[in-house]
DNA sequence: TAGTGGTCTAGACCACCAT
DNA sequence: TGGTGGTCTAGACCACTAC
């Protein structure tokens, strides 16, 4: 169980009557290793998001821990969004999909509270060769392919977001407009079902800009009208980037929400 | 301990050989007691920012409950940026000053990493009887004393920031343009310090609008220029609102950075 | 009733820090 | 050397869910 360099020892530490490992200069503790072994399950697609994982006290037997040493680990796994525990039930794979955590990462609400469900139209979805930025982002090589979605978000009838959206062509490998335009529900839950691909984390960083002629067109507002442009890289498993995005929001009526602690 | 409705369990739970505390409708987990008396302690300020509070042992006997017991109620106020693990020091009640932690309510970062350390240029500090938007938003009557404050912050040189601070008046008893002007670091600090004030969270709304004429010129940028409005209330113990600001961020050069999971 | 996660305990040992 | 938080174990009981 433990591999920590320059120690050895087995389901070490507590009540039992050990060897004494070596004070190691670099010590990991037994619940990351559980944490890496778990990780690397759910990455291989062991188990899928949605599906339960093996019990604690199972999880236990396997690696030959305690299940307070498991359950630190599942612990972890959870605060960070990868698990989710039910009691009674057991634990689950985290999904983009049925949760009604499904908005997770669009933060965008309307000034009165109101729930307005938001619908997607697409402008497009075509291939082509990544620009440097883009690649560099995505951690490609310059002109390696990649697949660009546009389109727009309607709040309620109102045309209030403009996104640009880069993929990695090789991990997306066949998406197209109709399987787009098909698909109901979020995209990352989409990403998720159809290509094995799943959101993890995202970095934003906001602007005020001046709406360009183009966008402006788009979301109907005049040119030079202040927009929220929201640039945002996710990454999955490994903390692999896997989309840029790019979107442009009107935030009249709307305001991006973010709390702070 | 515990003081579960229809329950007088004593230190109950485990190991022990207890009476069968009836199972209550409404149940709560003794460390969430513990995480309650603890906060009690830190907001009466029996423990103050930056002091340390008792070891775990100690807190254990106290409230005679196992060490695991405190130890998660500790590890939750922690997570919550309540208080501070230090190991082999001891646990410390979490502060505005000192920590390199200063800014952790400033999200704004310029587009090359560096780091440029700001200034604060005070414009007003004076006291006038709350609008009656503002007084909603702490929680006060309306024409309340309130403290307003508008200041600019630099950035390298750059100004980039024009806050407008509103707090209660009577908590911030005594806060005049002169003492602001002398104290030196983040203003959370001398909330701390000076007024026993400690913010805890924050939320924000964050909008793109065009600069109206008056901040226009603070911010030397043409009327109608697009700014990050950011309208943030800020809370301490109890969830207690003291604190709204709204300031409008120059971000060209400087994006708002968050991080989404 | 059986299985799962959730709470609680008691005790051992480890890593880190101060003295 | 002694104290603090950090890890690990073993075992009990509780709350919730399903069968």
């Known amino acids: 169980m433990n591999s920590n360099p320059a120690t ?49 006290v199972e999880l236990a037997a396997r690696y030959k821990v305690s299940q307070g040493t498991v359950r630190k680990a599942i612990d972890e796994l959870a605060a960070d969004n990868l698990l989710v525990r039910r009691q009674g039930k057991g634990t689950f794979v985290a999904t983009h999909n049925e949760d009604r955590v499904q908005f997770r990462f669009l933060r965008l609400l309307p000034d009165d509270g109101d729930v307005h469900p938001h619908v997607s139209r697409l402008l497009e979805c075509r291939r082509l060769r990544a620009p440097a930025e883009i690649a560099r982002q995505l951690d490609l ?28 062509g090789a991990v997306f490998r066949g998406l197209t407009a109709e399987r787009l335009a098909d698909y109901k529900g ?26 360009e002629a183009g966008v402006a067109e788009l979301l109907k507002v005049a040119e030079g009208f202040p927009l929220l442009s929201v640039e945002r890289v996710s990454y999955t498993y490994g903390d692999r980037p896997v989309e840029v995005r790019r979107g442009w929001y009107v935030t009249t009526g709307y305001y991006y929400q973010n709390d702070l602690s």
């Open 8 to 56: 050895t020892n087995p389901p070490n530490g507590a009540g039992a009557t050990d060897v004494a490992p070596a004070p190691s200069p670099t010590f990991s503790p037994l619940y990351q290793q559980i944490k890496a072994f778990i990780t690397q399950g759910l990455e291989s697609g062991e188990w899928k998001p949605g599906e339960i994982i093996p019990s604690e």
């Open 141 to 168: 090589k310059p002109a390696d392919p990649v697949v660009l979605i546009r389109r727009l978000l309607q709040f309620d009838g109102e045309t209030t977001v403009f996104d640009e959206i880069w993929l990695p």
């Open 186 to 211: 979020p995209l990352y839950a989409m990403f998720e079902t159809e290509f094995g691909t799943r959101m993890i984390r995202a970095s934003e960083k906001i602007r005020a800009v001046a709406a």
